[in-house]
């Protein structure tokens, strides 16, 4: 497992951008997909963007187009960009980290969580 470490939360006004970085430690940072969730109060967690170990990225269907993931293996870095932001993106967001090979997509394939950080968007 990879120790994760989110940063860039905060306050924004709609239309507005912040990105989100996610330090990860380890010396096989590359061997690893990585993903990030999101968690509003009172829902459950849901999926954002992942980023695969050959830079294939996915998106959920809620902010393709707005937001971008990247990832620096020679920082150890993964990267969320997120544009045009509503109040509906309100959330705890969550880097995650999977060693292995399974849907992106699904919570139960990532094996490392980041503690998250608040993103608030006022209208």
């Known amino acids: 497992q990879v120790q994760l470490v989110e940063s860039g939360g905060g306050l924004v006004q709609a239309g507005g951008s912040l990105r989100l970085s996610c330090a990860a430690s380890g010396p096989t940072f590359s061997s690893y997909a990585m993903g990030w969730f999101r968690q509003a109060p009172g829902k459950e967690r849901e999926f954002v963007a992942a980023i695969g170990r050959t830079i294939s990225t996915y998106y959920g269907d809620s902010v393709k187009g707005r937001f971008t993931i990247s990832r620096d293996n020679a920082k150890n870095t993964v990267y969320l960009q997120m544009n045009s932001l509503k109040p509906e993106d309100t959330a705890v967001y969550y880097c995650?980290?999977?060693?292995?090979?399974?849907?992106?997509?699904?919570?139960?394939?990532?094996?490392?969580w980041g503690q998250g950080t608040q993103v608030t968007v006022s209208s």
């Open positions: 995650a980290a999977t060693y292995y090979t399974g849907s992106y997509y699904s919570r139960g394939t990532y094996d490392s």
